[in-house]
């Protein structure tokens, strides 16, 4: 008797996807034409952003990237960063069991928070992360604002005095 194999979504949609990608290299669509141009739109780097005290963050995953294809602009208080990853030709040609690299140019933007200062953004990059920092505006910082709960017996009492 066969046991059963549980069942896994996750697995079930990677087979899924690499089927995909076998049916297409068969036809000869990855050596140009439209699985080239669907990799290098996919190539999307993580980004996340906090407020850590008084300092804003934004952090970029850029693995292997090389810094100085990096471009970092802010525009009407809009951060973007820019860049390409590229691949590296060599004189050898390599038969792929599994490609998931994905190569070509990217682009991620992020609103500031309001009064931010595009002059006071600090950037730094370590082992394939871009982060961004400054000082968080003053006025965008939260202000805590204690709120007044009434029972609903106060409230009450208030209407019946309204019906009068």
């Known amino acids: 008797m066969a046991l059963l194999d549980q069942w896994n979504p996750s697995r ?3 087979r899924l996807r690499h089927e995909f990608d076998d ?11 439209l699985l080239k141009e669907w990799q290098s739109r996919t190539l999307r780097p993580a980004i996340e952003s906090y407020v850590d005290g008084d300092k804003f ?54 609103t500031l928070p ?3 200062k595009a002059d006071d953004l600090k950037a730094s990059f370590h082992d394939g992360v871009l982060e961004l920092t400054a000082p968080m505006p003053k ?6 604002v204690k709120v007044q709960i009434q029972s609903g017996e106060a409230r009450k009492a208030d209407g019946d005095k309204k019906a009068v």
């Open 12 to 14: 079930d949609l990677e």
């Open 23 to 33: 049916l297409l290299e068969r036809f000869g669509v990855e050596h140009g034409g």
């Open 57 to 110: 963050t934004v952090r970029v995953e850029l693995p292997g990237v090389d810094p100085k294809d990096v471009d970092v602009k802010v525009t009407g208080g809009v951060l973007a960063v820019k860049g390409s990853r590229e691949e590296k030709h060599e004189t050898t040609k390599r038969d792929f069991y599994r490609r998931e690299f994905r190569y070509g140019s990217f682009e991620r933007s992020i």
């Open 114 to 116: 309001e009064g931010m």
């Open 139 to 144: 006025e965008a910082l939260p202000k805590e």
